[in-house]
């Protein structure tokens, strides 16, 4: 098939790749002139794995290209929505215009029978705003919406064996139809027995919307649990697995610690509570509220057990984070709860080394008072506290034994409840873990 992919950040430069990984001739189109030379070049402008090998060999092959132009778009038998949602500025919802002025750019260069597949996620009512957009000024184009489901880290692996595609559609012919040209772009993944399921428009863009909220209420209610098993003594750890057990709960996203961040819990949960707000159902969602509150309330906590540890004051204390992305094998530092919570230990008077395998030039970016050592060893030295914030490989597998001698004091914070409390404190190590004695 011939596809297009409007928007070529880090959804659609994933999604492009693997089209042409699965056979098809793609064309990626973005305004941003920089990122597609980048793509264009062969470079992958953000970190995920496998992207940078998949991105060579499509280009290699010549089935995927790069453009700023829409009408290069023109004769592909689907586009592929992937425009970012960002929260608005002092707002909860989301920012719409990026989705609106896409389908504005594309519009022109649409044939009867041309399928539009939106994949960004969007408030709920948008795909049937779009739909009666484009019936007047693309006539004949057939508007469906297929939501993803990427996990950063994960990304190629997601797009190429999703564990399931969902298909909003419009009712009739045209649905019928865009079901087929949609099964034609995913027959790999269908193959391959991924579950496929088809519904009206606003239940695919509630798919997304609920599943995110289910997985941030899901982690801030063992968060709140550690709070509680703070004040009590209890293990939050052990809970976790105890509980996980049943089947009905699950173990998964169950990790206590300092909270989930990135590009899109965050803002997904707070379009939500707007959206609903928009439609009268806010009572609703006013439980996501406390679940915001309850992982922002997280990053004030590793704050304040940092500065226990260090005797009650963070003045003049050297304090190293190990982790700035907010989760491990990705560079995204979109609301990162490991830089939240430097930003906040430095405010308070610490002096706050940043290290991290590959997302300080983007922390640098967002938080350029901090100081950043790409060396663990080096960012290690001399430091009064150490706080694991994300949870890489190397930071996981850090020998107890020989790191103690490159600080100052031995007192270490796990913020992710990944490090073995018993080996630690054999070593000579204050550990301190979230909800754990």
């Not at 709920?124 to 779009?130: D, E, H, I, K, S």
């Not at 950063?152 to 909003?168: F, K, M, N, W």
């Not at 976790?240 to 990135?262: K, Y």
């Not at 430097?342 to 922390?363: E, H, I, K, S, Y």
Request: glycine fraction near 10%; charged fraction near 20%; charge should be negative.
């Amino acid at each position: 098939m011939r596809i297009s992919v409007i928007g070529c950040g880090y959804l659609g430069a994933v999604h492009a790749v693997s089209m042409a990984k699965l056979g098809h001739d793609v064309v990626g189109i973005d305004v941003d002139a920089a990122r597609i030379g980048d793509l264009a070049a062969g470079r992958a402008p953000f970190f995920e794995p496998r992207l940078p090998e998949l991105l060579a060999e499509a280009l290699g092959s010549g089935r995927l290209a790069f453009s700023t132009d829409p009408a290069d778009a023109a004769g592909a038998e689907v586009h592929f929505l992937c425009v970012g949602t960002p929260q608005r500025k002092g707002e909860y919802a989301a920012d719409m215009r990026y989705v609106d002025a896409a389908v504005a750019g594309l519009a022109p260069h649409l044939a009867p029978g041309d399928v539009i597949a939106g994949k960004s996620t969007v408030p709920v009512g948008t795909a049937a705003r779009l739909a009666e957009y484009l019936a007047h000024e693309a006539p004949g184009a057939v508007l469906a919406w297929n939501p993803e489901f990427l996990r950063e880290g994960h990304a190629i692996q997601d797009t190429l064996s999703p564990d399931r595609l969902v298909y909003g559609l419009p009712e009739g012919p045209s649905g019928a139809a865009a079901a087929a040209v949609l099964d034609q772009a995913y027959a790999a993944p269908l193959a391959a027995g991924t579950p496929r399921l088809t519904m009206d428009y606003a239940t695919a863009e509630l798919v997304k919307t609920a599943a995110n909220s289910f997985l941030a209420t899901k982690i801030s209610f063992i968060n709140a649990m550690a709070e509680v098993c703070d004040a009590s003594g209890a293990d939050v750890t052990a809970l976790a697995d105890a509980i996980g057990m049943d089947e009905r709960i699950g173990r998964s996203f169950l990790n206590a610690g300092v909270g989930f961040g990135g590009g899109c819990l965050p803002k997904d949960i707070r379009a939500f509570m707007a959206r609903a707000g928009e439609l009268g159902a806010d009572q609703a969602l006013t439980f996501l509220r406390e679940v915001d509150a309850i992982n922002m309330r997280r990053r004030s906590k590793v704050v304040e057990m940092t500065r226990e540890v260090c005797g009650g004051s963070l003045l003049g204390k050297r304090v190293t984070i190990l982790g700035a992305a907010f989760k491990p094998e990705s560079d995204d530092v979109r609301d990162s709860p490991a830089l939240s919570a430097a930003a906040q230990l430095q405010l308070q008077g610490a002096t706050v080394t940043v290290t991290d395998p590959q997302a300080l030039q983007n922390a640098k970016g967002r938080f350029p008072e901090l100081s950043y050592e790409p060396a663990t060893e080096n960012a290690l030295l001399g430091a009064h506290a150490v706080v694991l914030l994300t949870e890489w490989k190397e930071y996981r597998s850090l020998d107890p034994v020989s790191t103690g001698p490159l600080v100052a004091d031995k007192n270490i914070i796990d913020g992710r409840n990944v490090l073995d409390p018993a080996a630690w404190r054999a070593a000579g190590w204050n550990y301190k873990g979230m909800g754990r004695p």
